[in-house]
């Protein structure tokens, strides 16, 4: 049955009233009543507004529907729509298209009695589409559907058809009949109502119907009595199966009863052999008692057995405890040695960077030592060449003298030997290009040098610049956290933390979100802040979401606080629990070392489990010392579920691999800021300082650069300068071999060369001895440096023999140790597996001794005083068979004892089973006689208030007209009189409505519908040629007390199909007319016009 609401036990006007004001009182209700049946004149147009949100029909479209190729989409108004049109246009088409559309039968809508006649011929299939309204507190599922949901239904050619129910946006939603079936019940639509669609032919048979009967049948369909009779019906058909089955039930227990008294009868008539049963007894006794002297002797054998395992265990223990006794001596041996290593290798690693220091010094002298030594021998031999420039000149003024003096043969040798002296100076000039060669090589090797030191220093200065530029951003994080520790984790976090907070207390969140991580856990001891944040990194700024979607509303968040392309802290999505895992199986263990889940306190179970998910923290051991943890991790086999282990310097050590760490102090989990604040400032400072160093070592780099350089374009220039002077050395040599006359000389000339030559000399040699001096001193500085080298790695050399021999030590002490501790797990091993056989014999002997509880229990049962017992249970036993095979052998000729019990036993049993039954259904048909007298009285009075609501609103109705009439219900022969009397009603009797006009009964079958409508509940009201038999008055008085009712019910939808000229309706945004063409030869599709040219409603 369709749902029904409360609002069909009120008037109309009441209705509207509940849907508007809910808060109203009674009073207001009433008066809304008597506003609702007062007269409206045709021409009053109501002020108030207000459409239906849900159930109405927004649009329909049909394709191939009966004998129409498109209609549509037709667009209805949220209250009153006149179709309007010629037969054959496609009114009545519209409403069974409406009535199938919606999952109505084919019988339903008159006009076929199968689906397949509703396609058009020629075509394969016909498709309905059809819009409703969903909008508002009542909508059916808005989330999914939206403001309306679009019914498509598909018909086949064989009579098949499907569903499709989409969403506004068009979006499939169901296929399911059932899915449709809900939506209609939901808004309470009913397609085979007549007062919700009353089609052209019912509206014939209504109005053309004068049997009394008729009428109140269609009383009866209208307000859906007709449904509740029918299911009152069904009930009581089933109780009246019910009493059949009673009935029946009743005849079955006689035959039962009598079946069972034979039973007890042949029960009763069975022969008792007692003598042997009496012997089968006493055996059974027998061997009851023997089976407990059988675990008495077990039993006493098993004590021995666990009193002689308790003296081995006592042996045992004293072995283990001995060995551990070993093993604390080994290990005190083994941490003796590795505490002198540690204190041999902190020496080493203190002399370390003093030997660094030292060889840079040694370099850096070096450097300066070979830099002076190039320009003493740049000196040196400037010297030398002038001398032998100054020497060669001479002889050749010495040479002119003489050469003046002589004759031509003398002249001739003359010019041999100036060619001799040219050739000499000539090879002079090659070996100083040679050396100037050589000079520009070694200067050009020198720059290069100069340029990867250069090169290297620089980068060196790039990595301090960069890691000043994060110590200060460092050191600026902790200047702030002293108003706020947060945001140590980010400048964003508190910001983001007020916005969870906000977020939390508005509901956003279905459970808090956690973090950051890092601000959520406490150090128990503060030397492992580096190590803990080494294990943690990023998981430190991590947040905890109970869900994805609480994820998505906190990714949210950090997109409005973090810019774009800065890095968000990770968002971890677990379940939050309010206790921490269970790891006690899983979890490394150390009696020495903590793991990283032991080293935090951690008040929130979240926060736990989540560095338990994503970091595995209970499986992570802590160790201060760098080559204990190696000891532990390498050298040993790694602790049970321990695969990693951090130092106290940040260090990450593998069995195989071992990973030094690039920080060198906690950034994140320090204690004490201001500690931290002013190491990090001394450490900034220390950095400026390289960086400036680094500076004056480029700037002197640099200079020493521009120096080689010039040099090194100074030989070119002198080496371009001696190549010219060879040139001329060799045009000068050609000459005088081609020379056939004396030349003069100027010898004067060249004497004033020599003295410039001596000068130049002079000037050189005063030079030459600074640099020698300079020179000098640099060689005993580089000798010096040298020797501090040499005394630091002598030192670095002794400690290193020194730690070889403790190194060796140590690896013995460490094989001792494990072989004490391998002896140890031997014997505790031992003690383990011995102890569990123990315990397993004494829950053995424990169980053995419940089990001679039991049978002796049992025995007492069986025979209550102990009896001595002298055979074996085997031989017991053979005998009890051989009794019980005789006992049998005579059971045969009596009839089996335990098959007669069995049998009077089933037959008891099913009697009592079956009248069990019956008297429960005697039980049922009684409860469901008192529940239906009261449902049915209940029907009754139901049905008797929508009787006088009807008969209340028709009569109201007649007297807009001045009719009087009665309407009288005989529920019981089940027809419904309607008497109407035109005019005054004191003048005249009243009259059947046979003996009216066609317009007068057709008025008053109007009156009769309004008056079911205003009793039943419909979002829609659809109606087809209602007025095809009155005449214009009439159909004018009709229409307007249609049209009163509608503007009294804005938020119920009106939809009336007539052939008329609606023209003449009075103007009204309320009011929609839809005017239908006549259809043209060829038109595969019907234009859709409106009378009036208001905008659609929303």
Known sequence: MAKRKEENFLPMGMQKKQRQEQDNVSEEESEEEEESLM????????????????????????????????????????????????????????????????????????????????????????????????????????????????VQQHISLEGNRSYKLKGQTGNLVS?????????????????????????????????????????????????????????????????????????????????????????????????????????????????AWALVGEYEKEIQEMRNQVSAGEDRTVRLMQKVEDWRARVGVADRKFKAIQ?????????????????????????????????????YIRCRNEFRGLEKDGEQLRNRIEELKRSANQSLEPARQERQKKIASLNEKLKSYEDQEDFLGQEMERFRQTIEKDKEERSRIKQEESDVVQTLNTKRRHLHQLKETRTNRLKQFGS???????????????????????????????LRDPELALAIECCLKGLIFAFCCHNYKDERVLQGLMKKLYPPNASRPQIIVSEFRNEVYDVSRRA???????????????????????????????????????????????LQKPPKNCNEAFTAEGDQVFERRYYSSERTRPRYLTGDVEKEISHLEKEVENKVAQLNVFQQHVSSLESDLRKNQELVSNHHRHLKELKIKIKKILLEIKDLENEEENQSVDISTLEEEDEEIKK???????????????????????????????????????????????????NQAYAEVDTQKRSLRHYEEKLRQHTDTLTAKKDE???????????????????????????????????ITRLRQKIQSESNSHGDREEIIRQYKEAKETYQDLDGKVKSLKRFIKLLDEIMTQRYKTYQQFRRCLTLRCKLYFDNLLSQRAYSGKMLFDHKNETLAITVQPGEGSQAAFSDMRSLSGGERSFSTVCFILSLWSIAESPFRCLDEFDVYMDMVNRRIAMDMILKMADSQHYRQFILLTPQNMSSLPPSRLIRILRMPDPERGQRALTFQQANKEQEED
């Not at 001895?769 to 020797?787: G, P």
């Open 588 to 634: 490394a263990y150390h009696p020495e070392f903590p793991t990283v889940l032991t080293a935090l306190e951690i008040d929130n179970a979240v926060v736990a489990n989540s560095l338990i998910d994503m970091r595995r923290i209970e499986t992570v051991l802590l160790i201060k010392s760098s080559p204990l943890a190696r000891a532990v991790m390498q």
């Open 845 to 879: 002997l424990s169980q053995t001794e419940k089990e001679h509880q039991e049978k002796s229990a049992l025995a007492r049962k069986i025979c209550p005083e102990r009896i001595e017992v002298k055979k074996s249970p085997s031989v017991l036993d053979r005998e």
């Open 175 to 287: 296929t399911k009949k059932e899915e449709l079936t809900a939506i209609l019940d939901h808004f309470n639509i009913q397609v085979d109502n007549p007062v919700s669609i009353l089609t052209q032919e019912m509206s014939k048979q209504f109005l053309q119907s004068k049997n009394e009967g008729d009428k109140y049948k269609f009383f009866m369909k209208a307000t859906q009595l007709e449904q509740m009779k029918e299911d009152y019906s069904y009930i009581m058909d089933t109780k009246a199966r019910t009493r059949d089955q009673i009935e029946q039930g009743e005849e079955r227990l006689l035959e039962l009863r009598r079946q069972c008294l034979e039973k007890e009868e042949r029960f009763q008539s069975i022969a008792d052999l007692s003598v042997m049963k009496k012997k089968l007894e006493d055996l059974k006794h027998e061997m």
């Open 39 to 150: 007269p409206l004149s045709p021409g009053t147009a109501s002020t108030q507004v207000i459409s239906a949100e849900v159930g109405i029909i927004e649009s329909i479209q049909l394709k191939n529907f009966m004998c129409h190729a498109m209609l549509g989409p037709f667009k209805f108004g949220s209250n009153v729509n006149f179709v309007v049109g010629n037969n054959g246009s496609g009114k009545s088409a519209v409403l069974t298209a409406l009535i199938v559309g919606l999952g109505g039968k084919a019988l339903a809508t008159n006009r076929g009695s199968s689906l397949k006649g509703f396609v058009k011929d020629g075509q394969s299939s016909a498709d309905i589409s059809i819009t409703l309204r969903n909008r508002g507190e009542d909508a059916f599922k808005p989330r999914v559907y939206g403001d309306s949901i679009t």
């Open 339 to 375: 505490d002198n290593l540690e204190k041999i290798s902190e020496e080493a690693i203190e002399l370390e960077p003093k030997c660094i220091q030292a060889k840079e010094d040694l370099i850096h002298k070096k450097k300066a030592y070979n830099d002076a030594e190039v320009l």
């Open 760 to 810: 130049q000399m002079k000037k050189v040699e005063e030079e030459m001895k600074v640099r020698k001096e300079e020179l000098d001193s640099l060689r005993k500085q580089r000798s010096e440096a040298e020797q501090t080298y040499e005394e630091f790695k002598l030192k670095i050399h002794q400690v290193s023999e020194l730690a070889e021999p403790v190194k060796e030590e140590l």
């Open 492 to 522: 964003q976090v508190p910001a983001l933390l007020e916005a969870i907070e906000d977020a939390y207390r508005k509901g956003q969140f279905t459970r808090k979100p956690v973090g950051p991580l890092g601000a959520c856990i406490r």
